[in-house]
Structure formats: structure tokens, C-alpha cells
């Protein structure tokens, strides 16, 4: 039914927050915005729990939601409490709660605390064809959700982060075919909450940073920030998008952090893949994790690092390029560093005019006090000082590697160094 018939006017002037309010909770439960602009000054509450099925369905994207008040402009609220197995769901999950979908619709933020969508214990929830801007967080999910998906979808220009998983009990979700880009602190957060089962792909997720300004919550910006140092972030896999593209203090394109336990990784079983990642300080920043892999990427113009791994265990880094432009005019940048890592290899990389460090310490590949890390065949072109450097290592191999320097005049003052460690082997490389 239409939403006129509840009192809306859609003018864009009048406050219709009673009026669709009003028609979710006594309406088919299908919230019908014809084609308009609504002013609301606070949160719209699909309640599946007390109403039964719900959505908002709008009109091709002609359809606006002005949220003008604090808090989310709609609010979805659900009851489950299982996991996504099937044997878990209770009946009136089931027959009231099951799979809300939103789509069609824009919500334009004007208060500095306006949020377009917050989820709370729901499961199958579909967002589809949403553009969510100017608001404090695009989409935010809290406490528990399940088997959700974000698809051909835009958040842009959202103060903090674009999609928020805010200390999040949050298991299947799939993030695909959207532009999430221009939001001040990320495009994609999650922080602190016990996340599995995370799939984004084919996304263009860039400029998520604001340069230059205070964010007073440690690092800044990423395009996508992984915050698991009191949660868990596991089994993820982030493939075929392009993130990139404005160098800030502290920013990286994906920022992935655990919590230290080597025992029990909370950064764990993730994968990164065949995305193209450049133009910011740093392009993978990856700290307390295990089982992660790396590979098919093209990774450019990273002002610090390229990549950057600490206290990482069990890991594959293969078959990326990673290229400084190199005009005489750019700064020096860009290079691969690990720091007190094991059991890795990095193999089959591409990489030309790393610039890492300086003629005494530091290399295009740097590992710091790691051990049983092997580098094979890999390519070092035209590094600035030193191509590959083992400092302090145990048990580190490097082995059928290319490090050259074709540059004239030629820079590059050795080609690989090993400093200190034990039981390290150097062999069968072109120097």
C-alpha cells in the first residue's frame, strides 16, 4: 500500500517520520516509497520480531530518505540467536524474521550522528541498489546478524567508515558489486567482534581517508581496517576489487590487525587476492595472523610499504607485482618488510625500484628476526640500496632470486645482505 495513504507527503519538507512509521507497523509490512523525497527526524524501525516480515522497497533509486535526526534512519531488529545452521533457526524465525530486504532507495544524512541502516539480530538480510551518504556510518551492524549481503550498492561521503561491523557477533556475509569510497575513517571496519565467514569482492572501495585530520582512535584511516585486537576476524577473503588511491599519515589500503596470541591467532585463514591495491602509505598492513595468503595482486605508488607483515606464522606471499613509478620527480618509496615472522614463503614476486631503507639497513624485501622464512624466485629490479636483506634470522633461505641494478648511474649497493642469525643459505641467485 502506499505510503501516501498513511499521511506522507514526500516533499522533502514536511517530517513524514509518523506517517512511515505508521505504515511499516500497520501496513503489509513492505514499506512501498514511491518516487519522493521523506524527511524523518528519527530512526524507522522495521521490527520482524513484533510485526513479522518487513523491507523497504523503493522506486529505481528515485526514491530519498533525509535523516535529520541522531541514530539510524532505519533500524532493523530481529531475534535470532542461533548460528547459520539451519537445526539453530527457532519456527518464528523462521515464519516472522527470515531475510528483510532493503533496496532502491538513497538515505541523505543531515545530522552529524545519522546513521543510514543499523541491524541488530537479524538473519538473511539483503541491502541491494542503496546509495547511504553523509551520514555518520553508511551501514552498521551490532551485536549478533547472520547470512547477510551488501550488493550493487553505493555509501559514500559518511564521516566515519562506509559498512561497520562494531563489535559484531557476525558470521556469513558477502560484500559485492559496490562503490564504497570517501568516507572519512574507512570504507569497510569491523572492530572487535567475532567475525567469520567474510567474502568482498569486486568492489571499487577507495579514498576512505581524511588527510590531515585528528581521528583520535590510533591509526588512520584504511580503506579496509580489521581491528581483531579484542575479537576475532577469520576466515575472510578479499579478491578483485581495486582500493585505493590517496597517500595519508598512517593509512593503509587494507589493515589487518590480531591480537598477539600465538597460540590462538585471531587474525586468521585470510586471503587476499587478485585485487589492485595503490596510493597510500602503506598497501597490506598485516600484524598477529596466521594462514594468510597473498598472491595475484598489482600493489603500486605505496608511500612506506608495499607490505607490511609483523609477528605473522604461516603465510604465502606469491606472484605480486609490486612497481614505484619511478619519475626522478616522486619521492623515494615502496618496499616488502617482515618483522619477527615464521613459516613463510614469498615466492615468484615482481617488483622493480623498491626503495626501502638506506645504504646501511633496510632492502627492497627486508626480514627482520624471523625464521624458516624462504624467498624464492623472485625479482628485485633496480632496487634503491640493497635488494633483499636478512637481518637477525634463523633458518631463512633465498634461493634462485633475480636482484639486479639496470639503472645508470646504478645505486644499489648490494645486492643481498645478511646481517647477523643463524642457519641462514644464500644460493643460486643472479646478482
Partial sequence: MSVYHFGAVGDGNADDTQALQHAL????????????????????????????????????????????????AIRVIGNHNGTASPATYQPSTWENERMPILEGFEILGR??????VELKKTTKTVISRVLVRECKYGIHLVERNRDFILSDSHLLNNSDHGL?????????????????????????????????????????IEYNNSPGVDQGEGPLGAEIWFDARNGVISEVTIA?????????????????????????????????TGNVLGSQTRGIDMRDGGRITVTGNTIYDSQDLS????????????????VWRS???????????????????????????????TPERGAGITLENCN?????????????????????????????CTV???????????????????????KRNFT
Fill in 111 to 116: 545530522h552529524a550522528e545519522a546513521v543510514g
Fill in 327 to 357: 619519475d626522478d620527480e616522486a619521492a623515494k618509496r615502496d618496499g616488502l618488510k617482515f618483522v619477527e615472522c615464521s613459516a613463510g614463503v614469498l615466492t615468484g614476486l615482481q617488483s622493480e625500484h623498491l626503495c626501502y631503507g
Fill in 240 to 272: 578483485s576489487n581495486t582500493i585505493q588511491a590517496t597517500i595519508q599519515p598512517g593509512g593503509s589500503n587494507i589493515r589487518i590487525w590480531g591480537n598477539g596470541k600465538a597460540d590462538q591467532y585471531s587474525n586468521r585463514l585470510v586471503a587476499i
Fill in 25 to 72: 507497523d500497520a501496513g503489509d509490512g513492505v514499506l512501498d516509497l514511491e518516487k519522493g523525497t521523506y524527511r524523518i527526524t528519527r530512526p524507522l524501525i522495521i521490527n520482524t520480531v513484533k510485526n513479522g516480515y518487513g523491507g523497504i522497497s523503493g522506486r529505481s533509486g528515485a526514491s530519498r530518505i533525509i535523516m535529520e535526526g541522531a541514530g539510524p
Fill in 307 to 322: 607490505i607490511y607483515f609483523e609477528r605473522c606464522h604461516g603465510f604465502t606471499v606469491g606472484s605480486n607485482t609490486f
Fill in 164 to 204: 561497520y561491523f562494531d563489535r559484531c557477533n557476525l558470521h556469513q556475509i558477502i560484500v559485492h558489486g559496490n562503490h564504497i569510497s570517501w568516507n572519512g575513517k574507512s570504507g569497510i571496519k569491523s572492530l572487535d567482534g567475532d567475525v567469520h565467514n567474510l567474502q568482498i569482492t569486486g568492489n571499487d
Fill in 404 to 426: 639486479i641494478d639496470r639503472k645508470n648511474p646504478a645505486t644499489m649497493v648490494q645486492a643481498i645482505r645478511v646481517v647477523g642469525g643463524v642457519d641462514n643459505q644464500v
Fill in 372 to 400: 624458516d622464512i624462504t624467498i624464492g624466485h623472485c625479482q628485485v629490479l633496480d632496487p634503491l640500496h640493497c635488494g633483499i636483506e636478512l637481518r637477525e634470522c634463523t633458518r631463512c633461505i633465498v634461493d634462485g
